[in-house]
């Protein structure tokens, strides 16, 4: 499957991604090794590019059904599934899209988008007599709490989140991860977190998150602590 490159050059700043900031979150701060279950990140990247098509107003879920409009996208990788949606009408569940984006490698597609565009650099670890570990991590592991701590700051005030973090928020909740990202905050920033979900999300977004949900539960991932 062929790469998918940067909608902007290395050297400009890269744009905040629902996906590839899903991505980072799921990441160990200290050793760069991806915390969540590898089927349950497939499946929040998969929920996250669907996201990013929301976000960007090129498509909407109506009772459960994807609808994509015909603008096209900026972003490679997000054109790519929206003409995937619009050209197979035997598939219309977001649902259902979300397990044909994980059979996809969506995974993959995301970690090459993020490369090309500098967010993340390749590398490998070897381990004692175990298979070496290729992981994709960002310059700074900073970068991979970086979300979480905005995420919790906001909603401590608490402040409405932006559409993307509130997403993001929503799926780490959705995967589990949300307890670790989360964790040293007061049982009050949670609480926010459902009333901002509830009132800010709207209703493609709260299918999204639901669909996302359904998909964990019924194929028992659990998220890897």
């Known amino acids: ?14 744009p905040q991604l629902l996906a590839d900031e899903f991505y980072l979150s799921g990441l160990d701060d200290m050793t760069g090794e991806q915390r969540l279950q590898p089927h349950a990140l497939a499946v929040g990247l998969a929920a996250a590019v669907l996201g990013e098509l929301l976000l960007a107003d090129r498509m909407v879920i109506d009772g459960g059904r994807l609808r994509p409009f015909d603008e096209p996208c900026a972003d ?21 899209w979300i397990r044909v984006l994980v059979a996809r490698q969506v995974a993959d597609l995301v970690r090459h988008r993020m490369h090309a565009a500098g967010k993340v650099v390749r590398t490998t670890r070897r381990r004692l007599l175990r298979k070496p570990l290729e992981l994709y991590v960002p310059p700074s592991l900073s970068t991979a709490v970086a979300a979480g ?16 973090d509130l997403l993001l928020a929503g799926l780490l909740r959705a995967t589990g991860r949300d307890r670790d990202v989360l964790s040293h905050c007061e049982p009050t920033v949670h609480d926010e977190l459902t009333a901002q979900l509830r009132r800010n999300v709207g209703p493609s977004g709260t299918q999204l998150l639901e669909h996302a949900t359904e998909v964990l539960v019924t194929e028992a991932v659990t998220p890897q602590f």
């Not at 490679?76 to 569940?93: G, P």
């Not at 401590?156 to 932006?162: A, E, K, N, T």
């Open 149 to 164: 701590v905005r995420i919790a700051g906001n909603l401590g005030v608490p402040r409405d989140l932006s559409p993307t």
């Open 76 to 96: 490679e990788l997000q054109e790519r599934v929206r003409q995937w949606i619009r050209k197979d009408d035997s598939v219309v569940l977001a649902k259902d």
């Open 1 to 14: 499957m062929p790469e998918i490159t940067a909608a902007s050059g290395r050297g400009s700043r890269a």
